[in-house]
């Protein structure tokens, strides 16, 4: 997982800000190279079910007086993911880390991490570039309990969403590791909507967690 945090410019955050869920953080922009796993399926998961990459925008914000992070739709996963159950709908590409590899076998001061990601059609969204500098001893508070706007397209009412409202999702029992910090800047393209270069702290991290089912605020 890659983690930029930043001074939204107000272009941005009247973009991605939930009018229901004031920010009270810094917004975040966040890529994950995730695999899915069901430890209790009765056979695995097909590659292009378990396996995806996705990029979500956000921002702080607070749930019952603690921290969390908010994605306001459509900037919950932002394009979504390269391989959900099979459907993709952006290109999203992300540096990786492997224990086999000489240079890249995990953070390092000074390594360079980057990610990108693409609309279908080819169109820039944003490009991530992060240089990491030291170990870190946490996360950055929230980032692990997500805040999102639920809401479907009605089909046979264009322009009528269905919209379920607000929901928290939190990461159960994390097991973080390889956690660095850096410094990084993000460059937003005309298929986010909103263009411009940001600049702020950043993290690298690896992430094991159990999701809970989601609670309706």
Known sequence: MLVLSFEP????????????????????LLFADSIDLDLWAKKPLEPQEALWTEVAVGYGCEVGGQPATA??????????????????????????????CPYYEGGAPGR????????IGGR?????DITLEQPAAKTPEGLLRWVNRVRYGDVTAPGHDIDRGLWLVTAIDPRV??????VGSATFAEGMGWSGTVRGDAWSLGVVYDLAVGQRL
């Open 9 to 28: 410019p107000k272009g941005l955050e009247d973009l991605i800000v939930d009018p229901a869920c004031p920010r009270t953080g810094p917004a975040v």
């Open 71 to 100: 994605f306001h739709y459509p900037y919950l996963m932002l394009s979504g993911a390269k391989s959900d159950r099979g459907i993709a709908v952006a290109d999203v590409e992300m540096t990786r880390f492997h224990a086999a």
């Open 112 to 119: 360079g991490c980057a990610a990108t990601a693409r609309t």
């Open 124 to 128: 820039p969204i944003v490009d991530l």
């Open 177 to 182: 590791a390889d956690l660095w910090t850096g």
